[in-house]
Nanobody, 122 residues
Framework: QVQLVESGGGSVQAGGSLRLSCAAF????????MDWFRQAPGKEREGVAA???????SYAESVKGRFTISQDNAKSTLYLQMNSLKPEDTAMYYC????????????????WGQGTQVTVSS
């Protein structure tokens, strides 16, 4: 079992920045991929950024150049630095993990946090 706890969400004006954190507890040795997904009201959950145990990262086209995913060496904390935020980034952001290759398919992920809300006003 892996427990995930997100923090760092909030309200910010367009162009601003936020840094999300996700603390992982439990069997963290089993984690291979850690990912951030987001879900806006009335929309499907979508992958935002992912990082695997080798440090390889992937980003959705909509956030490339603005968001940066990172993790600490122990893989116990995942981060998402979000710069140049836009109103369309408004969503609930979720941290998630799985024990094999990263993908944008949310159904392949084993564990999810409770989410942290990000609201960007114009």
């Amino acid at each position: 079992q892996v427990q995930l706890v997100e923090s760092g969400g909030g309200s910010v004006q367009a162009g601003g920045s936020l840094r999300l954190s996700c603390a992982a507890f439990g069997y963290t040795y089993s984690i291979y991929c850690m990912d951030w997904f987001r879900q806006a009201p009335g929309k499907e959950r979508e992958g935002v950024a992912a990082i695997d145990s080798d440090g390889s990262t992937s980003y959705a086209e909509s956030v490339k150049g603005r968001f940066t995913i990172s993790q600490d060496n122990a893989k116990s904390t995942l981060y998402l630095q979000m710069n140049s935020l836009k109103p369309e980034d408004t969503a609930m952001y979720y941290c998630t993990t799985k024990s094999f290759g990263c993908s944008w398919d949310s159904q392949t992920y084993n564990y999810w946090g409770q989410g942290t809300q990000v609201t960007v006003s114009s």
